[in-house]
Structures are given as C-alpha cells and as structure tokens.
C-alpha cells in the first residue's frame, strides 16, 4: 500500500490566483496522477505525472492552466492558476503501486471566490 | 467507445438487507476493473478489483463483485447492509494496461435507513 499525504487540506482563494496543491508519498513511485473532483460529481483525471518525464495531459487540461512538477518519486505539485469559480474542486493526487491498484490522497478541497 | 456506467444514482437500502449496486462498462478489451468507496470528508479506499484471475472477487467489509464478460457488468454486491455503509461508491475501469488511466463512473449514493 502507500500512504499519501496533501498539502493543503482545503483553501479559500481569491479570483485571479494560483494555488499549488503538494503531494508526498510514503516510498518511490513512478506513477503518480491528479484527479479533479467538482461538486457533487466523479472523479476526472487531469494529468499523468511520471518523474523525469512532462506531465501528459487529459482532453480540456492544458498546462498553462495546470502545471505539474514531479522533482523526485515521492513528491508532485499540482497548480491552479489564474483561478476562478468554476476551478472549485476537490483535487486529489493517486499513486501506482502494486500493479494495477491506485491509492489516492485525501484531497485538497478548493472555494475559488 | 470505451466507457463506463453505473446504472443507479442513488441507492437506499434497509440495515441489515442486500445491497446491490449496478455497473456496466464499453471496452474492446478485457479490461481492468474496481470499486472504490469514498465516505463523506474521507479519501478514496478500494473495496476489490479484478485483473483477470477469478470472475468472483471478494473485498473488504463484506463486499463482492461479478465479471461478467457476456454482459460487461462488474456489480457490486453485500448481502447484509451495516449503517456505516453508507457513502458514495465509483465503478472504476483501467482501459489499458499501458498507461493506467482510470475511468470512473458517475458514483452510486448509498443510504442505509435504520
């Protein structure tokens, strides 16, 4: 298994704004993802973040919006820039491990005002 | 297409009844399959997933699901619901084994009435 933590928690921000959304794994990965979660919705993956390699994006993110880093194997950041309402979300990191299983963060949950 | 359904948007069941939640999935592959159970304010958890060994599979609390590749379903079964069921369960479908991506569902509204 692994153990994810997210930094932070939740935050209130203002249009116009950025926010970056950290991720730190208990052991090395290589796969690590960021999933958007808008209210009262599923789950939608925003990126693929492999260490060492760019982020590959998901159909309707694009990087200037979203820009991912992965410095090493156990951490990731996440950005929302130039935010607005419509960016409010719960954002959560996952990680491969163990084959095909994926574990997830708890989540940062966003207000955009 | 590839895709997945989940067939009931809300479900609400008696303590101590079956629950029974419904999913069916769009592939050309045999795919890779999960529920995950997310309760309110708390993370992700994963009940069970399949990957192509035993059609039955068992997960934590109780919980089983079905492959079944005639009808491209995975549901979801408990025979006995506890209160504590009670939360918002995702069918998840990893299309490809190449790149991991996972589909999740639109998510099932499970309430357990006393």
């Known amino acids: ?113 | 297409a590839q895709s997945v359904t989940q067939l009931d948007s809300h479900v609400s069941v008696s303590e101590g009844t079956p629950v029974l939640l419904r999913c069916n999935y769009s592939s050309s592959y045999s795919p890779s399959l999960f529920w995950y159970v997310q309760h309110p304010n708390k993370g992700l958890q994963l009940l069970l997933k399949y990957t192509s060994a035993a059609t039955l599979v068992k997960g934590i609390n109780g919980f089983e699901a079905e492959f079944k590749k005639s009808e491209t379903s995975f549901h979801l079964t408990k025979p006995s619901a506890h209160m504590s069921d009670a939360a918002e369960y995702f069918c998840v479908v990893s299309f490809s084994s190449n790149d991991y991506k996972l589909s999740f569902g639109a998510g099932t509204t499970v309430t357990v009435r006393a």
Do not use: H
């Open chain 1, 1 to 113: 298994s692994a153990v994810i933590s997210q930094k932070p928690s939740r935050d209130i921000c203002q249009r116009g704004t950025s926010l970056t959304i950290q991720c730190q794994v208990d052991s090395q990965v290589t796969m690590m993802f960021w999933y958007r979660q808008q209210p009262g919705q599923s789950l939608t993956l925003i990126a693929t973040a492999n260490q060492g390699s760019e982020a590959t994006y998901e159909s309707g993110f694009v990087i200037d919006k979203f820009p991912i880093s992965r410095p090493n194997l156990t951490f990731s950041t996440l950005t929302v820039s130039n935010m607005s309402p419509e960016d409010s979300s719960i954002y959560l990191c996952s990680v491969l491990k163990g084959g095909v299983e994926q574990f997830f963060g708890p989540g940062t949950r966003l207000t955009v005002l």
